[in-house]
């Protein structure tokens, strides 16, 4: 830029930046795009959890303060003027936070539990952290808005993404590697993979198509009754601790549930849709009982686990437990549909009643004794039966006997 116009990096004690706040306050962070999300739900699982793990196992004395800047990112400070008074210290005139506003209100609120907490050693610790910050002095104002807005509008990274090299994740690629299907645990990687022939040709039952992350993460919460993660599945990557509950280290050992389940799943989905497209139902009030997540949650987890256990349904098990579908089969569809006419109409009059005709939100101990219900009339059981991703899964290599 120009010659008085410059950026500086320099490593900035984390509590000098929270003592800054603490003076300053909200002024601190008013170039900035935002403020705190610390309210926000998905914030909170997303930034406060990992932020204030990392925090605590500094300041219990389990984890060096020297790592907190190889686990988050830095601030971005724009100031008119900086100088050094020496190697340990920095002048700012007019300190404004343009990014890192996050870290700066969680370290604030970490650091008043501690204080509130007396713990001397704990407060040392903490006051040995230190983050990387980069310094951008001497802009005009039409510099400094574009600056803020490039180091906030960074290309988008999806909460999956940041499990793609979880060691779980790298089993499950090379156990759905070993019976030729394709789990994209990094996005991008299928076209790149499969653009060489001689990559591809260990992939003969992928059919042109892969498995998604976020998709397996769903219908792994289906087959263990964790409806909440299922209807949304996107929060099993708010945190690592929601992560792990769901892909454990059974998951790697069920390449041939992953496969049946993924194929399900497609079939379940478009089957449904096809389903809410009769008169009948389209004119009533289906298609908003059947939009809601947690319904659909319920839904999709009976229609899995009666595929999954229906002995006249062993012959689907069978067809369909070994290639990925790029689509949801016709055949699969069609049985999904006989399914359908057993429980819809069933399901819709039911939550239509017990909604007050949809004034109210259905209570999750109705819906669980409802679709617990409905499960024992289809024959299906959801807590000794066979189910998928578990020491109950089915023995595939029955299927492969002649």
């Known amino acids: 830029m120009r010659q008085n116009a410059h950026l500086d990096l320099a490593y900035i004690p984390l509590h000098?930046?929270?003592?800054?706040y603490?003076?300053?306050?909200?002024?601190l962070f008013d170039k900035n795009v935002r403020l705190s999300l610390l309210e926000k739900k998905d914030a909170s699982e997303r930034l406060v959890h990992p932020i204030k793990d990392t925090l605590k196992k500094i300041t219990s004395g389990n984890l060096s303060p020297n790592i907190f800047p190889f686990y988050h990112v830095g601030v971005t400070i724009a100031a008119r003027v900086l100088t050094a008074e020496n190697e340990d210290?920095?002048?700012l005139e007019a300190p404004s936070i343009i990014n890192g506003c996050q870290t700066i209100t969680i370290a604030s609120a970490y650091f008043k539990e501690l204080g509130k907490a007396n713990t001397p050693e704990a407060i040392e610790r903490f006051k040995q952290i230190k983050v990387i910050a980069k310094i951008v002095v001497g802009t005009t104002s039409e510099e400094l808005k574009e600056i803020t807005n490039a180091n906030n509008r960074q290309y988008p990274i999806e909460d999956w993404q940041l499990f793609s090299n979880e060691p779980i994740h790298i089993e499950i690629e090379q156990?759905?590697?070993?019976?030729?299907?394709?789990?994209?645990?990094?996005?991008?990687?299928?076209?790149?993979v499969m653009k060489s022939a001689d990559n591809a040709k260990y992939y003969i039952n992928t059919n042109g198509t892969y498995i998604k992350v976020v998709d397996l993460g769903q219908v792994i919460a289906l087959a263990r009754r964790d409806l909440r993660s299922a209807a949304k599945p996107s929060e099993i990557f708010w945190n690592k601790q929601n992560h792990d509950k769901v892909f454990d280290k059974v998951i790697p050992r069920c390449p041939r549930d992953i496969v049946f389940c993924l194929n399900l799943q497609k079939a379940i989905r478009r089957g449904l849709n096809v389903h809410l497209e009769?008169?009948?139902?389209?004119?009533?009030n289906a298609p908003k009982i059947f939009q809601k997540p947690l319904v659909r949650a319920y839904l999709s987890r009976t229609a899995l686990l009666y595929f999954y256990q229906n002995p006249r349904k062993e012959w689907i098990r069978k067809d369909f437990s070994k290639k990925l579908s790029k689509k949801a089969s016709p055949t699969l569809v069609e049985e999904m549909l006989t399914f359908y006419l057993k429980v819809i109409s069933k399901t819709k009059n039911w939550y239509t009643d017990e909604s007050q005709g949809l004034k109210v939100e259905v209570s999750k101990k109705n819906m669980d004794s409802f679709f617990g219900g409905l499960e024992i009339e289809l024959g299906v059981d959801g807590t000794k039966g066979s189910l998928p991703f578990s020491g109950t899964s089915i023995d595939w290599t029955e299927y492969d006997e002649d």
């Open 278 to 284: 009769q008169p009948t139902l389209a004119n009533s």
């Open 175 to 192: 156990t759905l590697k070993d019976v030729g299907v394709f789990y994209e645990r990094q996005e991008g990687k299928f076209d790149a």
């Open 16 to 20: 000098s930046l929270v003592e800054l």
């Open 22 to 27: 603490r003076v300053r306050g909200n002024v």
């Open 89 to 91: 210290m920095l002048n």
